[in-house]
Protein backbone atom coordinates (compact mmCIF):
# COMPACT_ATOMS: atom_id res chain seq x y z
CA UNK A 1 0.00 0.00 0.00
CA UNK A 2 1.21 3.36 -0.83
CA UNK A 3 2.42 5.43 1.95
CA UNK A 4 -0.05 8.64 2.51
CA UNK A 5 1.95 11.79 0.90
CA UNK A 6 2.63 14.51 3.50
CA UNK A 7 1.34 12.51 6.16
CA UNK A 8 4.29 13.19 8.15
CA UNK A 9 3.26 16.96 7.45
CA UNK A 10 0.11 16.61 8.03
CA UNK A 11 0.82 14.54 11.46
CA UNK A 12 3.49 18.00 12.53
CA UNK A 13 0.49 20.39 11.64
CA UNK A 14 -1.52 18.77 13.92
CA UNK A 15 0.95 18.75 17.09
CA UNK A 16 1.99 22.65 16.41
CA UNK A 17 -2.21 23.11 17.50
CA UNK A 18 -1.12 21.67 21.19
CA UNK A 19 2.78 22.76 21.12
CA UNK A 20 4.73 25.64 21.69
CA UNK A 21 6.18 26.75 18.17
CA UNK A 22 9.48 28.26 19.58
CA UNK A 23 11.52 25.48 18.76
CA UNK A 24 10.16 25.01 15.28
CA UNK A 25 10.38 28.93 14.79
CA UNK A 26 14.07 28.49 16.29
CA UNK A 27 15.48 26.05 14.14
CA UNK A 28 13.68 27.81 11.00
CA UNK A 29 16.53 31.00 11.85
CA UNK A 30 13.72 33.54 11.44
CA UNK A 31 15.42 36.58 10.51
CA UNK A 32 14.72 39.74 13.41
CA UNK A 33 11.66 41.59 12.15
CA UNK A 34 14.13 44.98 12.18
CA UNK A 35 15.80 43.52 9.55
CA UNK A 36 14.43 44.60 6.26
CA UNK A 37 16.80 43.40 3.85
CA UNK A 38 16.19 39.55 4.49
CA UNK A 39 12.56 40.35 5.28
CA UNK A 40 11.99 41.33 1.47
CA UNK A 41 14.15 38.08 0.22
CA UNK A 42 12.25 35.96 2.12
CA UNK A 43 8.67 37.41 0.84
CA UNK A 44 10.11 35.66 -2.10
CA UNK A 45 10.00 32.14 -1.19
CA UNK A 46 7.63 29.62 -2.19
CA UNK A 47 5.33 28.01 0.26
CA UNK A 48 2.54 25.28 0.68
CA UNK A 49 0.17 25.80 3.58
CA UNK A 50 -2.15 23.03 5.30
CA UNK A 51 -5.01 22.64 7.18
CA UNK A 52 -5.88 19.85 9.24
CA UNK A 53 -9.57 18.93 10.83
CA UNK A 54 -11.17 16.29 12.69
CA UNK A 55 -13.45 15.29 10.01
CA UNK A 56 -15.81 16.60 7.17
CA UNK A 57 -18.17 16.53 4.57
CA UNK A 58 -18.10 16.60 0.67
CA UNK A 59 -21.71 17.63 -0.51
CA UNK A 60 -22.30 17.77 -3.75
CA UNK A 61 -24.08 21.44 -4.68
CA UNK A 62 -27.36 20.48 -6.22
CA UNK A 63 -28.06 22.00 -9.83
CA UNK A 64 -24.56 22.62 -10.21
CA UNK A 65 -22.08 20.47 -12.31
CA UNK A 66 -18.60 19.65 -10.45
CA UNK A 67 -19.00 22.27 -7.38
CA UNK A 68 -19.13 20.59 -3.72
CA UNK A 69 -19.53 22.22 -0.56
CA UNK A 70 -16.20 21.28 1.60
CA UNK A 71 -17.19 21.33 5.55
CA UNK A 72 -13.94 21.02 8.05
CA UNK A 73 -15.45 19.80 12.03
CA UNK A 74 -12.87 20.65 14.35
CA UNK A 75 -10.53 22.21 12.51
CA UNK A 76 -7.34 23.62 13.78
CA UNK A 77 -7.12 27.23 14.73
CA UNK A 78 -4.18 27.86 12.28
CA UNK A 79 -3.04 27.37 8.83
CA UNK A 80 0.36 25.90 8.79
CA UNK A 81 3.06 27.18 6.23
CA UNK A 82 6.01 25.77 5.09
CA UNK A 83 8.43 27.11 2.67
CA UNK A 84 10.73 25.25 0.05
CA UNK A 85 14.33 24.44 0.72
CA UNK A 86 16.86 26.03 1.25
CA UNK A 87 14.65 28.85 3.38
CA UNK A 88 13.62 25.93 5.82
CA UNK A 89 10.58 28.54 7.22
CA UNK A 90 7.93 26.82 9.12
CA UNK A 91 5.23 29.61 10.46
CA UNK A 92 1.24 29.35 12.20
CA UNK A 93 -0.85 31.84 10.62
CA UNK A 94 -3.77 32.39 12.64
CA UNK A 95 -6.92 30.97 10.21
CA UNK A 96 -8.44 33.92 9.86
CA UNK A 97 -5.70 36.40 9.01
CA UNK A 98 -4.62 33.67 6.60
CA UNK A 99 -8.51 33.37 4.76
CA UNK A 100 -8.32 37.45 4.68
CA UNK A 101 -4.78 37.69 3.08
CA UNK A 102 -4.84 34.66 0.73
CA UNK A 103 -5.48 35.30 -3.15
CA UNK A 104 -9.36 33.74 -3.41
CA UNK A 105 -10.09 35.51 -7.27
CA UNK A 106 -13.04 33.25 -9.05
CA UNK A 107 -11.20 33.33 -11.82
CA UNK A 108 -7.85 31.92 -10.76
CA UNK A 109 -8.49 30.01 -7.30
CA UNK A 110 -5.52 28.21 -5.81
CA UNK A 111 -5.38 24.27 -5.99
CA UNK A 112 -4.96 22.33 -2.87
CA UNK A 113 -4.83 18.52 -2.37
CA UNK A 114 -7.35 17.05 -0.49
CA UNK A 115 -6.22 14.34 1.75
CA UNK A 116 -8.49 11.78 3.71
CA UNK A 117 -6.02 10.25 6.08
CA UNK A 118 -8.42 6.85 6.45
CA UNK A 119 -9.94 6.35 3.06
CA UNK A 120 -9.88 3.62 0.34
CA UNK A 121 -7.31 4.35 -1.92
CA UNK A 122 -9.08 4.73 -4.61
CA UNK A 123 -10.67 7.83 -2.92
CA UNK A 124 -8.68 9.29 -0.79
CA UNK A 125 -7.27 12.12 -2.08
CA UNK A 126 -8.22 14.41 -4.89
CA UNK A 127 -6.62 17.97 -6.04
CA UNK A 128 -9.34 20.93 -6.20
CA UNK A 129 -9.91 24.13 -7.16
CA UNK A 130 -10.87 26.73 -3.39
CA UNK A 131 -13.78 29.08 -3.62
CA UNK A 132 -15.08 31.56 -0.92
CA UNK A 133 -13.29 30.27 2.11
CA UNK A 134 -15.47 30.89 5.77
CA UNK A 135 -14.42 30.27 9.12
CA UNK A 136 -16.36 30.15 12.43
CA UNK A 137 -14.04 30.21 14.98
CA UNK A 138 -16.41 29.33 18.03
CA UNK A 139 -18.13 25.69 15.83
CA UNK A 140 -14.46 25.15 14.73
CA UNK A 141 -15.50 24.77 11.29
CA UNK A 142 -13.78 25.73 8.12
CA UNK A 143 -15.62 25.81 4.23
CA UNK A 144 -14.97 26.18 1.16
CA UNK A 145 -16.74 25.55 -2.47
CA UNK A 146 -14.98 22.86 -4.72
CA UNK A 147 -14.52 22.12 -8.44
CA UNK A 148 -12.22 18.57 -8.29
CA UNK A 149 -10.20 18.67 -11.49
CA UNK A 150 -9.73 16.70 -14.44
CA UNK A 151 -6.34 17.20 -14.92
CA UNK A 152 -4.90 17.86 -11.86
CA UNK A 153 -1.89 21.05 -11.59
CA UNK A 154 -0.82 20.59 -8.16
CA UNK A 155 2.57 22.17 -7.59
CA UNK A 156 3.73 18.74 -5.95
CA UNK A 157 3.85 16.18 -8.75
CA UNK A 158 2.45 13.32 -5.99
CA UNK A 159 -0.37 14.84 -5.23
CA UNK A 160 -1.12 14.81 -9.45
CA UNK A 161 -0.16 11.02 -9.46
CA UNK A 162 -2.61 10.17 -6.87
CA UNK A 163 -5.47 12.28 -7.96
CA UNK A 164 -8.97 10.37 -7.50
CA UNK A 165 -12.14 11.53 -9.57
CA UNK A 166 -14.00 11.11 -6.35
CA UNK A 167 -14.31 11.61 -3.10
CA UNK A 168 -16.90 10.01 0.03
CA UNK A 169 -19.49 12.80 1.10
CA UNK A 170 -18.30 12.45 5.11
CA UNK A 171 -14.84 11.32 6.15
CA UNK A 172 -12.66 11.39 9.11
CA UNK A 173 -9.47 13.20 9.98
CA UNK A 174 -7.98 15.10 6.45
CA UNK A 175 -5.64 17.57 5.45
CA UNK A 176 -6.00 20.58 2.80
CA UNK A 177 -2.47 21.29 1.20
CA UNK A 178 -2.93 24.43 -0.33
CA UNK A 179 -0.96 25.82 -3.27
CA UNK A 180 0.96 29.06 -3.06
CA UNK A 181 -0.57 32.23 -4.23
CA UNK A 182 -2.31 32.29 -7.76
CA UNK A 183 -1.49 35.23 -10.02
CA UNK A 184 -3.83 38.30 -9.13
CA UNK A 185 -3.71 41.61 -10.08
CA UNK A 186 -2.91 45.19 -8.76
CA UNK A 187 -4.06 49.19 -9.16
CA UNK A 188 -2.19 52.03 -10.25
CA UNK A 189 -2.67 55.31 -8.62
CA UNK A 190 -1.17 58.80 -8.92
CA UNK A 191 -0.98 58.38 -5.01
CA UNK A 192 -1.55 56.93 -2.00
CA UNK A 193 -4.74 57.37 -1.06
CA UNK A 194 -6.30 56.23 -4.97
CA UNK A 195 -8.91 57.88 -4.61
CA UNK A 196 -11.39 59.59 -6.90
CA UNK A 197 -9.03 60.54 -10.15
CA UNK A 198 -5.77 59.47 -8.99
CA UNK A 199 -6.83 55.68 -10.07
CA UNK A 200 -4.98 54.88 -13.06
CA UNK A 201 -6.25 51.26 -13.73
CA UNK A 202 -5.15 47.80 -13.07
CA UNK A 203 -2.52 45.44 -14.17
CA UNK A 204 -3.31 41.85 -14.49
CA UNK A 205 -1.62 38.42 -14.54
CA UNK A 206 0.82 39.32 -11.32
CA UNK A 207 2.97 37.05 -9.76
CA UNK A 208 2.03 37.24 -5.90
CA UNK A 209 4.20 36.11 -3.47
CA UNK A 210 2.85 35.05 0.13
CA UNK A 211 4.52 37.40 2.82
CA UNK A 212 4.97 35.10 6.28
CA UNK A 213 5.14 38.13 8.08
CA UNK A 214 1.67 39.71 6.94
CA UNK A 215 0.16 36.51 6.36
CA UNK A 216 -1.00 37.95 3.06
CA UNK A 217 -0.36 37.37 -0.66
CA UNK A 218 1.91 40.67 -2.21
CA UNK A 219 3.03 41.21 -6.08
CA UNK A 220 6.76 38.87 -6.05
CA UNK A 221 8.54 42.29 -7.09
CA UNK A 222 7.38 45.96 -7.12
CA UNK A 223 5.26 47.13 -10.29
CA UNK A 224 5.89 50.79 -10.11
CA UNK A 225 7.44 50.24 -14.09
CA UNK A 226 4.43 48.57 -15.04
CA UNK A 227 2.06 50.73 -14.11
CA UNK A 228 4.54 53.63 -15.70
CA UNK A 229 4.69 51.72 -18.58
CA UNK A 230 0.90 51.26 -19.21
CA UNK A 231 -0.77 54.56 -17.68
CA UNK A 232 2.30 57.16 -17.57
CA UNK A 233 4.98 58.69 -15.22
CA UNK A 234 2.56 59.79 -12.84
CA UNK A 235 1.18 56.43 -11.93
CA UNK A 236 2.81 53.75 -9.73
CA UNK A 237 1.67 50.38 -8.00
CA UNK A 238 -0.81 50.38 -5.29
CA UNK A 239 -2.23 47.15 -3.95
Not at 28 to 50: I, K, Q, R, S
Request: aromatic share 12%.
Amino acid sequence: MITKAFAAIAFLAMVLITVSFGALAEEAEEPEVGDVEELEALDNVTFMFVQTAASGTLVPVDGVENLYTLTFVGVAPQTIAFSDRPERIIVQAPMQEFLDGFCWLPENPPNAALEILEADEEEDLAVVELFDPVYDNVSQTLQYNVSILEEPNHSYAIFNERHDVALPESFGAASLFIDDCADSFVGCCKDKWCLGNNFCGYIHGVSMCWSWDRFACYPCTDQTSRCKEKFGQDCWYWY
